[in-house]
């Protein structure tokens, strides 16, 4: 009996002296949340409405997530049925119906409107499209700058701020 008791004790002894020589690795796990579903070259989206076309989306290239797209040199078109707004930039990212642009944004209306900025944010729920990066509207001769600019659509109006304008006045005949 007292040689199992001996025999037991240094065998528990053993891996009492393994374990504290040798601690097991503490692996850092990693999770993957923001894996892409689907990549396409050439990118082009409709989305139709019960009234039919609403928006087109074209692109160089999409990449799809789970809760947004991102296209490069993407191509917007918001075709509401009181107007047609086209938005051009490098890159863009579609997320809950809101649109954002950056890199040599154009954005123009059927009805003549453009301007040109860095940077700009486009909701579809609101019409609104906003930059705070300063910009450049072109009126048909007349040219407007500022630093702030928030676009209307279904009003039609522009806000602004630090504006800086040349404007061309018609000589009465």
């Known amino acids: 009996m007292i040689n199992i008791n001996i025999f037991l004790t240094f065998v528990f002894s053993g891996l009492l002296m393994i374990f504290l020589f040798f601690k097991p690795l503490k ?20 989305e139709f409405t019960p009234f039919g ?19 490069k040199d993407i191509d917007y078109t ?5 107007y047609i707004a086209n938005m051009q930039a490098q890159k863009g990212i579609y997320k809950n119906d809101i649109v954002t642009l950056e890199g040599n944004v154009i954005y123009s209306r059927d009805n003549g409107f453009q301007f040109s900025t860095q940077k700009l944010v486009y909701n579809k729920k609101t019409s609104q499209a906003v930059s705070n990066v300063g910009y450049t509207a072109n009126i048909g001769k007349n040219v407007v700058k500022g630093s702030y600019i928030k676009y209307n659509n279904n009003l039609n109006r522009v806000y602004s701020k ?3 304008a040349i404007y061309q006045l018609q000589e009465g005949k």
């Not at 692996?27 to 409709?46: A, R, S």
């Not at 076309?53 to 999409?62: D, N, P, R």
């Not at 918001?78 to 009181?82: R, V």
């Open 27 to 46: 692996l850092k796990e990693q999770h993957f949340v923001d894996v892409p579903q689907l990549e396409l070259k050439n990118f082009t989206m409709y």
């Open 53 to 71: 076309l609403q928006t087109y989306m074209l692109g160089s290239s999409g990449t799809k997530y789970d809760d947004r797209f991102i296209v």
């Open 78 to 82: 918001d075709k509401s049925p009181k």
């Open 162 to 164: 630090d504006i800086d």
